[in-house]
T-cell receptor, first 114, second 114 residues
Framework: GNSVTQMEGPVTLSEEAFLTINCTYT??????LFWYVQYPGEGLQLLLKATKADDKGSNKGFEATYRKETTSFHLEKGSVQVSDSAVYFC?????????????FGPGTSLSVIP | DARVTQTPRDKVTEMGQEVTMRCQPI?????VFWYRQTMMQGLELLAY????????DSGMPKDRFSAEMPDATLATLKIQPSEPRDSAVYFCASASGQANTEAFFGQGTRLTVV
């Protein structure tokens, strides 16, 4: 079945540090890949997505590249800010096998300190 | 600004009481998800509706939980009787039903069963 694995948290970084959150997936078909972000007390919201191999999703300085050969979709940001403190979820959906059902990873908590 | 609306935002109830959580999906979306989030289990998919019909409710404890869509603008999740272990944040999300599109989340209902 389809699944998502991401690095365990929590991750604590100083402001302006480089961020990488690793994500790997298992899928039987050709999934779309997503990163969602959850700020304290709120629901999840889409951060970025990529729908086919070698696509790069980007938003708010965050980037992730769909790597089919390594089944990965690692999230990166060159310089984090305190406002980036949140929980980040890697996710996939495989429309051909399960329509728009979204499978989430366990989430990685990020704290950015001034 | 289209968004998923959940009510109530917070609910405290006594063990054994019935709890009903409501969700208004984004107009035009034909897919609705119910998720439960806890520190221990992370995000769990409880039920998944497409065109108001349940597509997958395998994640939902059948003896006490029920999910319905009385019409296209309302989804409900009921727990009867509630137990302390049901304490969690319950999220509703909706999606357009098209390939490669994301789910949009509500702000959640924080349930505390005492």
């Amino acid at each position: 079945g389809n699944s998502v694995t991401q690095m365990e948290g929590p991750v604590t970084l100083s402001e302006e540090a480089f961020l990488t959150i690793n994500c790997t997936y298992t899928a039987t078909g050709y999934p779309s890949l997503f990163w969602y972000v959850q700020y304290p007390g709120e629901g999840l919201q889409l951060l970025l997505k990529a729908t086919k191999a070698d696509d790069k999703g980007s938003n708010k300085g965050f980037e992730a590249t769909y790597r089919k050969e390594t089944t990965s979709f690692h999230l990166e940001k060159g310089s984090v800010q305190v406002s980036d403190s949140a929980v980040y979820f890697c996710a996939l959906s495989d429309y051909l096998t399960s329509y728009d059902k979204v499978i989430f990873g366990p989430g990685t908590s990020l704290s950015v300190i001034p | 600004d289209a968004r998923v609306t959940q009510t109530p935002r917070d609910k405290v109830t006594e063990m054994g009481q019935e709890v009903t959580m409501r969700c208004q999906p984004i107009l035009g979306h034909n897919t609705v998800f119910w998720y439960r989030q806890t520190m221990m289990q992370g995000l769990e998919l409880l039920a998944y509706f497409r065109n108001r019909a349940p597509l997958d409710d395998s994640g939902m404890p059948k003896d006490r939980f029920s999910a319905e869509m009385p019409d296209a603008t309302l989804a409900t999740l009921k727990i009867q009787p509630s137990e302390p272990r049901d304490s969690a944040v319950y999220f509703c999300a909706s999606a357009s039903g098209q390939a490669n599109t994301e789910a949009f989340f509500g702000q959640g209902t924080r349930l505390t069963v005492v």
